[in-house]
Each structure stands twice: as C-alpha cells, then as structure tokens.
C-alpha cells in the first residue's frame, strides 16, 4: 500500500500532482511519500511487537535522505548504520545514540572510536579481530561497548546472488561453526559487553523459510552460549523482508514475518531487534522521470528517458525490476525497451516492456524507488546528482539538491605542472 495514485487521469503522489513537481524541480527526480512512510513504520513495528520486547533500527543505507530518518525517527525507530557516515547523518537527523546499531565488515578503528564517542547503543561486530579492536579502544577510553557477534548462518536466502550475505561464502559474519568459541573469547575482554548475536541473511527474500531456518540455527546457538554460563540479552534478526515491485508480486507481509517470529523466538528470553530497510522505504518512492524521444528499434521501440543508471543502479547492478508508467493515465499501451542516455548498454531499465504509451516530452515514474534508489546515485557521464522531494499532504519540499556536473567539476583542479 501506498500513496501514488491516480486522479483525475494524472499521478500524485498524495495530493500533489507529479506534473507540478517536475515543472517547478525538474526532472529525474525522487519523490518520497511520507505518509506512506509513516504508514510503513508503523505497519512494522506493529506486526514484530506479536513477538515480544522488541527494537526496530531502520537500515539508513537503503535511504539515508535527513528528512526520511527524521519522519522514521518520530515514528520511533532507531538506525541501523553502517559507516561513520550514516552515523552522523543518524544523529543529524534527530535519532537517539542509544537506538544506533552500528553495523559493517570492515569498521575502520576511527570509525569504531567514532562509535564509542557518539555513545551509540550497539556494535555488530563482524569478526573476532574486530571485537579484540573495539574492545582495546573502549578500553583505552575507559568505556565498555555494548556488542553482538553477527553470525553467519549458513542458509541460502533463495535471493539475488549479489543480494545474499547469509552463506558460508559471503563474507559477512562468523561462521555459525565457531560463533560459541569466539564469543567465549570476546566475552572475556575488559572494554565489551557481549550482550547477544546477530544475522542477516540478505535482502527481498521472497519466502520465510530461509529466515525461519537461520533464526532456528541462531536459538539453539543462544542455548548453547547460555548454557556455556555466559549471557545472551538480545537477539539481533537483521533486515531483508522484500515488496511487491511487479503487479501481482505477493512477498511475504510485516504481519506474516512478525508472526514467524513470534512462532520460532518463543521462549528466547531476549530483546529482540531488527533492521528493515527496503520494507520500510521501497514503497515509499518513484523516480520520476521525462521521455527524451523515443526512437525506433528493429523490434520495439527504445524509449529514452531523462533518468539513468546512474540515478537508479538497481537494473544494472541486479537485473533489478521497476514498474513503469507514465505520469498522464493512458488506456493506449506499448511494448517498449525503456533506457537511459548512459553510454553504456547496462544503462536499460527494461527490455520489451508492455506499459503505456509515452512520447517525447511526457512523464512518466519508475515505481518502489524509494529503497537503494537515490542512495546509490552517482554522477557517471557527468550528469548531476539527482534530487530528493519529500511529499506530505498538499506540501512538498525539496530534500536534497540537485548536484550539478559543474559543482561536481568545481571540487577538481588541474595540478599546475600540468598546465604549462
Ligand atoms: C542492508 C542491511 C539491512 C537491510 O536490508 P533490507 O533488505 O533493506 O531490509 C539490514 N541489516 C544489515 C546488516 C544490512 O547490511
């Protein structure tokens, strides 16, 4: 559910109409429903509250535009972050320190120091060399780092093979094998609490049996730890629930995946935590764009729109699917092989597409664009880095600017031995 619909034959997103965004912010442009925001958050947080005590951290790096963690901060969720940079746009955008997860392979010492100064509720840590440095840190600053071991469990999530992070060959985790022997170890250390574990075994997973077998593995490795004398407080079940992105695509609900993990956490005894991302924002956006031309192919035609790869990386980075339709309701369709202008073939978000008909100078939106959209944005072919608009109600404002290729070229210099 949602809030871009028709009315009166034109799309809006709420109550403003898509034509007037794109007339006076131009265009490709992501435009962000906070409602269906709000809504999403609250859907959520509602359906993993049938399990327990629970704490839901949004994964900034699926959205990490300030306005959109400032609308899922006042709906009380925390961050999920995975740099020092989504810290301190957490912390910018209004979030408590104490509902800051802090996630990520590769942590560099500044950036777990930057952690630990920022008082952040959580460390993820990722390895038992990464533990040995988080605790020598905390140490040296006389604080003990609350921290969970992510584990990897060693389940194939059924998803995108550059989506996946949950088997024995991704490199995120410990494996389950020597997660006991480890904590054991990190337990031991002055300067960490080891509170719990953690996993997250990849993103838009399209049925619940992969989770429910990994968080099955995770409670007997709790009883284990436990067992061995040592405390487990809180249990981290990470991100991954997909949407709908191709009409008629039933992904499993937040109602069906809280209720799994009622079903399979029952008895745990733990804080419960979880970082979505995609299911809280992927809704929640477009990416509108304009038709350039549309010219003649030998099968279909290529429709060429101001929007690229480099504003929406997701089809050529995953195959990835975006629903496609123009901004001015037509019952006239097509069948079209949609692209941008990028130089490269990679830069098409869909081959022999049926939608409806556009011609040059209309608009149109790529649907579900408001999770790994914007985020991944870059400037290749030299082209601006696109925009942010936050819809509420009747009112818009423009969240992030457009970069443009000259700013971009402004931050370069030719170095003077270079120009003689
Ligand atoms: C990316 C990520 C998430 C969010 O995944 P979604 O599929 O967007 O829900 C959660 N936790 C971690 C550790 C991640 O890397």
Known sequence: ????????????????????????????????????????????????????????????????????????????????????????????????PERIVFSGVGKTGVELAQGLDRDIGQFNIESEEEGMELAAIAAAKGLVADAVLRVNPDVDAGTHAKISTGKAENKFGVPIGHAIAIYTRLAALPGLNMRGVALHIGSMLENLEPLAAAFGRIGTLVETIRSGGLSVSHVDLGGGLGVPYRPGENPPTPEDYGAMVARVTKGWDVTLMFEPGRVIVGNAGVLLTSVIRVKPGIQHPFVIVDAAMNDLARPALYDAYHHFDPVAQTREMMTANIVGPVCESADTFAMARECGAVRAGDLAVFRTAGAYGATMASTYNSRALVPEVLVDGGRYAVVADRIAAATIMGAERVPEWLMS
Do not use: W
């Not at 009315?7 to 007339?23: F, K, M, Q």
């Not at 704490?55 to 609308?71: E, G, S, T």
């Not at 940079?85 to 957490?90: I, N, Q, S, T």
């Open 1 to 96: 559910m949602n809030h871009f619909d028709y009315r009166n034959g034109i799309l809006h997103c709420e109550d403003v109409p898509l034509t007037d965004i794109a007339r006076h912010v131009g265009t490709p442009v992501y435009v962000y429903s906070r409602a269906t925001l709000e809504r999403h958050a609250q859907v959520f947080q509602k359906a993993v509250a049938q399990a327990g005590k629970v704490d839901v951290a949004f994964a900034v790096k699926a959205n990490p535009n300030l306005a959109v963690l400032r609308v899922l901060a006042r709906e009380g969720m925390g961050a999920d972050v995975v740099s020092g940079g989504e810290l301190e746009r957490a912390l910018a955008a209004g979030m408590a």
